[in-house]
Structures are given as C-alpha cells and as structure tokens.
C-alpha cells in the first residue's frame, strides 16, 4: 500500500492528493499515514499528515 495516492477534487480549482505512507493491518483494522498535498490552480498550497483506522468485517 505505500505509495499508492489517490486524488480528491474540491472543486473551484481545488484539490488534494493523499499519498500513503505507512500503513499497518491487524485482525480487524488497517491503520495508515497519508501524506496529503493540498493545490489550488494546479499550484501546492499545503502539505500535512492524516492518519486514518479502516475497520473491516467478514
């Protein structure tokens, strides 16, 4: 899973492109870091880290 990215649009020339950069699985879980890069007008405006917990069931 790291390096995978995918993009979302924010409309109005906004979007932000989330990069994974660690990503963990345990029984019933994938915890995973995101690099996120933030663009206004094809230009970076702000990068940060997210992390979120994926919760998966049978």
Excluded: R
């Excluded at 990215?5 to 870091?33: D, E, R």
């Excluded at 933030?38 to 069931?57: A, K, L, P, R, W």
Aim: with cysteine.
């Amino acid at each position: 899973m790291k390096g995978k990215s995918y993009v979302l649009s924010c409309a109005s020339g906004c979007s932000m492109t989330y990069i994974a950069t660690h990503a963990v699985k345990n029984v019933q879980n994938i915890s995973t870091k995101f690099n996120v890069e933030m663009y206004i007008d094809q230009t970076i405006s702000e990068t940060y880290d997210e992390n979120y917990i994926f919760t998966t069931t049978n």
